[in-house]
């Protein structure tokens, strides 16, 4: 027990003594959580709109008015043919045209049915999809409106159709602000990235500078070295967690519905994962730079797969399997339910078993890794 | 000088390969409790390898190999309880002050918290290293950083110090000063263990051996190599040797 005592002193005295590690260890993150809070977001502003009417009715002109009304979309142009549009899309002026055929609004009213032509620029699937989504909604509302217009008078009430109403109400996210979703994933990954560097470069370190051989040769144990090794991160990532929600909660309002305790408890947990990890890495390999390039490896597979940029639910089926075993999708999970769902110590269970089994293992494998003999 | 007859490091046919490449092959000695043994060789003439197996941190390829009673093969622990060792590049923290490196490892070898401070006020008063105790080790001078990490190597009495060149690169000054930390402790009944290329240093050691390519080509104390190869002095005996 002492001599574990005596590997934290070292480490830490290290670590603070460090004048150049210390700013990039606490205050880069935080950067970096301000400015991706506030950048990570999916909803979609000032979409360009161009139009070509062939009907040049008030009815087509009441529809790109409401285009103009909403804050989403910036009406840019009306182009006399599909040609024109056709370019001004192919320059990247606009991002969206919307055609809308001759006799429109006859069609509408005898008809009751008319197709309204719709070309979105979808170099950015995701980004296509969101604004096919608004453009629909922007149409169908107006739709709903002319209806009610034209049955007024002319129907019997009895004759009115009966319009089924979605009603959506959010939950845990009322305001639908993305930075209460994205601020706590956020946080996971600054915790994540920093500790995995932080423990993938540090045996490699003595190793390089000579002192792991000094070490060695002395009686010390395997799992003493490595338990020394992990305390001062758990620390540090504790602190980071600490720093980080103080700033979702002072900057971003974001909520914290849960328990604090339980956060900080299954954060632990998932540190001791991340380290197990970073100091397996460091004893496969013999220089810092192969220690950082391999360590970027798992963080970028880890974070794109992790359901905190794109839901593991599209994911592929053989994708979705790999993401069981990436610790960070459970902390993001963990994060977003007892942050903003308040979730209990029962509702986190699987991942709290599922986490500490990871961790169990990934720490064997550091300490058996750990070999005191070239 | 108590050099007793008591076998302390035994070698038998200690070999370690790398596929074909055979860096030591087939060595065999004894060395005596409370005796300076001088281990000599060219570089790249299997010094640091054979040296490595016999403080466990490397296992022989074949042979057998006892360090302070324990076999290198099952016991590589129990050996590194009861030995010191210095490698050829310096390999104490140069983020840590004197203190602070004295109190690591006097920790990790498990001494107890008043040991270690009787321990390193003793060392910083033997060395003169009051001034800079509070120092980090990293900007201190070569020479001081060999002297502490000798001391820091001797730190918890070990029965064998193995110690890996350690006068490179110091001045003669230092290195007189050094050869007397090492006689200082041999007196005190701890076998030394040490390679040097400084021939010089071959004359102060009680036996002397020789490595080229890998085996040990002689072995006696310098006074019976000199007349064994007629030559001079050390220099002329490590010559005729290397040379082949």
Request: hydrophobic fraction near 45%; charge should be neutral; charged fraction near 20%.
């Amino acid at each position: 027990m002492n001599t574990i005592r005596y590997i934290i002193q070292k480490e830490f005295k290290q670590i603070f003594r460090n004048k150049g590690m210390l700013p990039l260890i606490f205050v880069l993150p935080l950067i970096q959580l301000i400015i991706l809070s506030n950048a990570a977001t999916f909803e979609i502003k000032n979409i360009k709109v161009g139009y070509v009417d062939f009907d040049h009715s008030s009815t087509s002109d009441g529809l790109m008015d409401k285009f103009t009304a909403s804050t989403y979309f910036q009406v840019k142009d009306q182009f006399p043919s599909q040609q024109l549009a056709n370019s001004a899309m192919l320059n990247g002026d606009i991002d969206v045209i919307i055609t809308i055929p001759s006799h429109f609004e006859r069609d509408l009213l005898k008809e009751q049915k008319v197709n309204l032509g719709l070309q979105i620029n979808a170099i950015d699937g995701a980004a296509a999809g969101v604004t096919n989504f608004y453009i629909q909604q922007v149409v169908s509302t107006y739709n709903n409106a002319i209806r009610a217009e034209l049955i007024q008078g002319n129907l019997p009430s009895e004759m009115l159709p009966k319009n089924l109403l979605t009603i959506p109400s959010f939950w845990y996210n009322e305001t639908l602000n993305y930075k209460t979703f994205m601020v706590p994933g956020i946080l996971v990954l600054i915790v994540t990235m920093i500790t995995l560097f932080l423990s993938g470069m540090n045996i490699v370190r003595e190793k390089e500078i000579g002192t792991l051989e000094q070490i060695n040769v002395t009686p010390i144990k395997k799992h003493q070295f490595i338990i020394g090794k992990l305390f001062p991160f758990v620390l540090i990532g504790l602190l980071l967690l600490t720093i980080g929600l103080v700033i979702s909660k002072v900057i971003f309002s974001i909520p914290i519905n849960g328990s604090i305790l339980l956060m900080y408890g299954y954060t632990i947990i998932y540190i001791l994962v991340i380290l197990g990890i970073g100091l397996f890495i460091s004893n496969f390999t013999d220089t810092q730079q192969q220690a950082m390039f391999i360590s970027w490896f798992f963080v970028v597979i880890f974070i794109l797969m992790s359901g905190l940029f794109t839901p593991i639910e599209s994911m592929p089926k053989w994708a979705q399997v790999l993401t069981d075993f990436n610790p960070i999708k459970y902390f993001v999970e963990v994060m977003r339910m007892v942050m903003l769902k308040g979730s209990s110590f029962q509702d986190i269970l699987p991942q709290i078993i599922k986490t500490s089994i990871y961790a169990i293992l990934m720490n064997g494998l550091a300490v058996w890794s750990y070999k005191k003999t070239v | 000088m108590s050099v007793r007859d008591e076998n302390i490091i035994e070698v038998e046919g200690l070999t370690k390969a790398f596929g074909d490449f055979k860096a030591v092959n087939e060595i065999s000695f004894v060395v005596k409790r409370g005796e300076i043994f001088g281990f000599l060789g060219a570089n790249g003439a299997g010094k640091t390898t054979a040296m490595k197996m016999l403080i466990g941190i490397s296992t022989p390829t074949s042979g057998k190999a006892k360090v302070a009673g324990f076999d290198v093969f099952t016991s590589a622990e129990d050996i590194k309880k009861n030995i010191g060792y210095m490698s050829q590049k310096f390999a104490l923290y140069d983020d840590l002050t004197v203190r602070e490196n004295i109190t690591f490892f006097g920790g990790i070898y498990g001494l107890k918290r008043q040991q270690i401070k009787n321990k390193s006020n003793q060392l910083i008063e033997e060395l003169g290293l009051e001034d800079v105790k509070n120092q980090l080790v990293g900007s201190l001078p070569l020479g001081w950083k060999q002297k502490i990490s000798f001391s820091v190597a001797m730190l918890h009495e070990p029965k064998i110090v193995f110690l890996d060149e350690p006068t490179g690169g110091v001045d003669p000054i230092t290195r007189r000063q050094f050869w007397e930390m090492i006689y200082k402790a041999a007196d005190e009944g701890t076998t030394i263990f040490v390679t040097t290329h400084y021939m010089d240093e071959a004359e102060y050691c009680n036996r002397v051996s020789i490595m080229v390519n890998g085996k040990i080509e002689a072995l006696d104390t310098p006074q019976k190599l000199k007349e064994q190869f007629k030559a001079d002095n050390m220099n002329d005996v490590f010559l005729k040797l290397a040379r082949g």
